[in-house]
Antibody, heavy 117, light 107 residues
Framework: QLMQSGAEVKKPGASVKVSCKASGDTVTGYYMHWVRQAPGQGLEWMGWMNPHSGTNYAQKFRGRVTMTRDTSVNTAYMELSSLRSDDTAVYYCAKARTDYYYAMDVWGQGTTVTVSS | DVQMTQSPSSLSASVGDRVTITCRAS??????LNWYQQKPGNAPNLLIY???NLQTGVPSRFSGSGSGTDFTLTISSLQPEDFATYFCQQSYSTPYSFGQGTRLEIK
């Protein structure tokens, strides 16, 4: 199970850090993906972190996104900087299958990030 | 980047109907295609991975097929809980793009 942090309201230019706490297994045991969904829109893949702390970010977000984790609290994080109004979205963490790293079989409940002046 | 196009964008059907949703990739993605179901206010739920493999716990009325550029998701006999939005996702190359979604509504 993945439990995400609560809703955030940020001003343009600020940063947001969303947390995703794993329970029932260790956050280092699988690929963790981040996906976002703008209001009324489709799904957009942002990147992943693998068990070895390697990361792969979508080109669109490189330079603005950082995915990390803290094993002491079994939690993954996604930080997005230089926020713009079009970053307003629900952000999801999602763990991948252990036998196929690129299909997401357990999702967090989502964190709403609103960017507004 | 690989572009994913779903059709139709919306679909009305009745309980018991057989329904097919199509997903087309802008280039060959082999069998690296996943399907998700999303209900309003909820996170997506994995149904099918690598084109035809049924995710654990997903009813057998759901099936997937295809390879290369053309894929289908079939629901053999619609149940009331199947009315939702369905997304395909390619996992062949990053960024792992999604289709725009197919909204399945009750007729």
């Amino acid at each position: 199970q993945l439990m995400q942090s609560g809703a955030e309201v940020k001003k343009p230019g600020a940063s947001v850090k969303v947390s995703c706490k794993a329970s029932g297994d260790t956050v280092t045991g699988y690929y963790m993906h981040w996906v976002r969904q703008a209001p009324g829109q489709g799904l957009e893949w942002m990147g992943w972190m693998n068990p070895h702390s390697g990361t792969n970010y979508a080109q669109k977000f490189r330079g603005r996104v950082t995915m990390t984790r803290d094993t002491s609290v079994n939690t993954a994080y996604m930080e997005l900087s230089s926020l713009r109004s079009d970053d307003t979205a629900v952000y999801y963490c999602a763990k991948a299958r252990t036998d196929y790293y690129y299909a997401m079989d357990v999702w967090g409940q989502g964190t709403t990030v609103t960017v507004s002046s | 980047d690989v572009q994913m196009t779903q059709s139709p964008s919306s679909l009305s059907a009745s309980v018991g109907d057989r329904v097919t949703i199509t997903c087309r990739a802008s280039q060959s993605i082999s069998s690296f295609l996943n399907w998700y179901q999303q209900k309003p206010g909820n996170a997506p739920n994995l149904l099918i991975y690598t084109a035809y493999n049924l995710q654990t716990g997903v009813p057998s009325r759901f099936s997937g097929s295809g390879s290369g550029t053309d894929f289908t998701l079939t629901i053999s006999s619609l149940q009331p809980e199947d009315f939702a939005t369905y997304f395909c996702q390619q996992s062949y190359s990053t960024p792992y793009s999604f289709g725009q979604g197919t909204r399945l509504e009750i007729k």
